[in-house]
C-alpha cells in the first residue's frame, strides 16, 4: 500500500539544539512529499514539499528536508530548535489512484524545552 | 482573502441525527478535500472533489456524503451520526487538479456524537 510512516510519536530537544523529524515513505513512481504543522486547536500549515530537483528542500520558518531515495526517507530537519516549534509534524505523499491525493502519517509531537 | 472557512466549529449531536458541515474557500482552488483527525491516527481522508461536479471517495468514506455543485463550496453529510463519528474535521483546499501545490486547511469542526 503508498503510505508514510513516521516512527516517532514524540521527539524532544532543547531549545538551540538541532532537531529531525523522521518520515518515510512508500509509493510507485516518483513521489510528491509533503510536510506540514499543525498547533493547538489550529488547522494544518505548510511546511515545505519535495517534487523534484534537488534532494534538499527549504521551507518555512527555517525548516528543511532532506529527500533521500534510496532510503525513501523525507526527515524534517532544522539547525537551532526555538520553543516556538513546539507543534504536531505531518508528512504526507500523494498517492496517484486515478485522481491523486494526499496519504498523511500519524504524526509527530515535537517538544522543545528551554 | 477569507481562505478556508469552516462551520460550525463546536457541535454536539446525538445518535441518528443528521447535520452538514460547511466548507467554503474563495480562493477558486479546483480541489477540495475533507479530512477527520483521531488521536493516534493522524488524518484520514473522506472524500474529495477535483472540480465542481466531481468527487470521489477517500480512505474513510462511510456514514459521510458530499456533493460540489459550485467550486467555492464542498459541504460534508452526516446521514445518521454514530459516536465512532466523534472527531475534528478538516476541509482544505488546493489550486489545480493534481496536488503539485500545498492545501490550504481550514480551522476545523469539533463534533461530539453522543
Known amino acids: 500500500a503508498q503510505s508514510v510512516a513516521q516512527p516517532e510519536d514524540q521527539v524532544n530537544v532543547a531549545e538551540g539544539n538541532p532537531l529531525t523529524v523522521k518520515c518515510t515513505y512508500s509509493v510507485s513512481g516518483n513521489p510528491y512529499l509533503f510536510w506540514y504543522v499543525q498547533y493547538p486547536n489550529r488547522g494544518l500549515q505548510f511546511l515545505l514539499k519535495?517534487?523534484?530537483?534537488?534532494?534538499l528542500v527549504k521551507g518555512s520558518y527555517g525548516f528543511e528536508a532532506e529527500f533521500n531515495k534510496s532510503q525513501t526517507s523525507f526527515h524534517l530537519k532544522k539547525p537551532s530548535a526555538l520553543v516556538s516549534d513546539s507543534a504536531l509534524y505531518f508528512c504526507?505523499?500523494?498517492?496517484?489512484?486515478?485522481?491523486?491525493?494526499?496519504?498523511f502519517g500519524t504524526g509527530t509531537r515535537l517538544l522543545v524545552s528551554p | 482573502n477569507a481562505g478556508v472557512t469552516q462551520t460550525p466549529k463546536f457541535q454536539v449531536l446525538k445518535t441518528g441525527q443528521s447535520m452538514t458541515l460547511q466548507c467554503a474557500q474563495d480562493?477558486?482552488?479546483?480541489?477540495m478535500s475533507w479530512y477527520r483527525q483521531d488521536p493516534g491516527m493522524g488524518l484520514r481522508l473522506i472524500h474529495y472533489?477535483?472540480?465542481?461536479?466531481?468527487?470521489d471517495q477517500g480512505e474513510v468514506p462511510n456514514g459521510y456524503n458530499v456533493s460540489r455543485s459550485t467550486t467555492e463550496d464542498f459541504p460534508l453529510r452526516l446521514l445518521s451520526a454514530a459516536p465512532s463519528q466523534t472527531s475534528v474535521y478538516f476541509c482544505?483546499?488546493?489550486?489545480?487538479?493534481?496536488?503539485?501545490?500545498?492545501?490550504?486547511f481550514g480551522p476545523g469542526t469539533r463534533l461530539t456524537v453522543t
Open positions: 482544505a483546499s488546493s489550486p489545480g487538479d493534481r496536488l503539485k501545490h500545498e492545501q490550504y
Open positions: 504526507a505523499v500523494r498517492v496517484d489512484t486515478g485522481f491523486q491525493k494526499l496519504v
Open positions: 519535495y517534487i523534484t530537483g534537488d534532494n
Open positions: 472533489s477535483v472540480g465542481a461536479g466531481i468527487t
Open positions: 480562493m477558486n482552488h479546483e480541489y
